[in-house]
């Protein structure tokens, strides 16, 4: 019997997890993955590289070693496009890769160009030159207003998923606890002032009301400004502007970009929705491509664009194509939500667990060194396992022990 051909797109969260996990099919597959990157970068970790002086190095680890230790092949160029009908992945350099069967787990783009100003007078932290480039910033900034924000992001309609202003707030959060932390180390807190926009009706659109109560008062507690309802519209020498017509006076403005669906999925005629993001059912199988799947970030179905839903996708779209290959296994439910740790400077996090926004009751926090204390055991052990994570009964293990934990009266379950 032939091995059937499958190719993976992208080695970040959701690519690494769907290897990890297909590679258990053995001799019955030939697993490509593809990535211009040399390294896998770990987005969560760049926080931590901008405002805490973690080496840009924490935050990656070496893509071939991992994907070729793990039995398959390591293709280290980009994508240009996808010939769905012919069943080919193009590369940059013209070659094509056949397959049986893709998996794309492209990531989004960070659209830092579609926010006028902001390559002259903006900074971020998405990417591995943005957040040194950030702590740069921060390292020659001696004090006056900072104004933290995401711009707001615009999605497709082929798949029914909330429509959030931003992609994810908790980057945002991270960035005002942990500028706060700093500049008080610093002496600098007294002479700078740190407000926050968020283009959403309300800031932290994707996660309920007691996660909501319980971040609020810390807000205050550290003084910071947050206002609703704010569309960036453009950044300039000394001044942040949004479309209602107020300006905001910033000495250091930090953006996270709207997201965008993959410039190869924008090439590849029939693959995306109208924000180039991939349309998939609930087993991420493409709506109209049977063979391919897709995972993370770069779906339509990925809302919010959270790493923890990059690796329940990659799950799912790893057991239905081994379901296509042997006939053999079940494909987990499609069961969405939030759940990640914000560091908040020190030894300080705040952990975030919430599925309201899907219609749950589960709406929870955990705050303190407790929290930090995991944020720094899965991030080491995501970084010293190459893109493993923490072994599934561990995780679940852990979300049964918040959820008793907090079902109590005045705790988090909603
Ligand atoms: C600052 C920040 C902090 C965050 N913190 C958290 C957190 O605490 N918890 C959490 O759950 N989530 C967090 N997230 C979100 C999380 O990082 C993303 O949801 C996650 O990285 C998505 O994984 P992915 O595999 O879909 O995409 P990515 O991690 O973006 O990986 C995509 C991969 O595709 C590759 N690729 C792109 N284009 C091509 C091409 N043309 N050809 C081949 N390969 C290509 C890229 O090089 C990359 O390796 C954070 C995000 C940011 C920006």
Redo the contacts with the bound molecule.
Sequence with gaps: MSRARVVI???????LRALYRLRSLGDRVDITL????ST??A??S??EVAFAAKPVEHARFPLAHAVTRSGARFVQR??DHVRVTEHQVVLDNDETLPYDFLLL????RKAYDDVVGFSSHGYS??DDEQAPRLAQALDDFTGGPIVIGAAKSVWGTRVEVPHLAAP?E??VA?IMFMLDHELRRRGMRERSSIRVFSPGRIFFEDVGPTVHADIEPLVTQHGIEVSTGKVLDHLDDGSVTFEDGTTWESALSIVLPPYRG???VARSPRLGDERDFIPTDTTMRHLDAASVYA????TSLSMP??????VLQADIAAAALRQDLTGEGDVPEWRPEVF???NRGGDQAILIYSNTLFGGDVDLTLDGASAHLMKWGFDGYYFHTAGHLPPDLATDGLEMALRVAHTGPGHGST
């Design positions: 797109v992208g080695g970040g969260f959701a690519g593809v990535d211009p990157r896998s970068l987005r969560p760049l926080p980009g994508v787990a492209l990531g989004a932290l998405c994810c908790g980057p991270e993959s410039d190869v995972a993370g970030d770069a664009k959270l790493g923890h839903i990059a990640c740790i914000a």
